[in-house]
């Protein structure tokens, strides 16, 4: 081959060689700035005064972790959290949501300098009563406010175990949505396991991963510690008595039980079956500065709303 065709060659491979060069540069280039006009198109978050700023992000893929089901879980139903209207069209105050979602709602009553509080359904399904019970005292002071002394303020928080009471009014609805019981699961005197002679069995419960470890545990703590509580009744069922809370039992505490049982068939001392109660509402809010009890009611059926009607009006102005 002649040297002068050959040299020809090599420029005609160097031509093609710098136009498809210049070919992929170009399409590199446009591609990019194709993609700096989609970057622009996302929406960016406009901040407003007093407004919290909300952004959606982009459709993108997401690669989600596989969630096992808790079995214990009882699926949500877009129901109102309160089952019942006030006349007053007074409204509940959300002071936390329970594991698996669900709200936890307080009433207030007076606006007085004294706190006082009743809470129900710690035990959820399996003590339902107490949740009955405490709608039909919420319902009786929304009818009645002038029962309400003026240096008082009362909260009843009507189900502190939504979850619980969601999954069924029997003994498997007890626990929270982590099988914790939540009466188990207060800072105070608190034990990972204890002798269950005398306890509960069946089905299992635990006092949770640590104290204090459940939402719904932490909501109350909270609302306790923000507000100046001296009086504390915590409803149970069923048939045991009035427990005072305390370690060994507050003074306080043992003075309220007794009135509690002067006026109504629930003994004092309560029934002794060996158990030794650890973690406790009413031993937290002893060590809080409440007198506090564990108020049991006849069954599991009743909600014995006269008599409670009576332990509520001595409640509400008993002298701490
Ligand atoms: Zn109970």
Redesign the pocket.
Known sequence: MPRRRASQIVAVIWGVNIVSLLAVLGIVLFRASQRTVQAADVPTPVEMPGVDLIYTAPPTLYYLPTITRNPLATPIEGVTPTPFLLASGRRATIIGLSVSGRPIEVFTFGKGERQRMIVAG??GGY?WNTIALADELITYLDAHPEEIPDDLTLYILRNLNPDGDARGHDRNGRANDRGVDL?RNFPVNWQADWDRNGCWKDPPVTGGESPGSESETRALMKFIERHQIDALISY??AALGVFPGGTPWDKDSIRLAKEIAKITTYPYPPLDTGCLYTGTLADFAVSMGAAAVDLELSNHRDTDFEMNLGVLQMFMNWER
């Open positions: 710690i035990h003590e009466n149970h069922s």
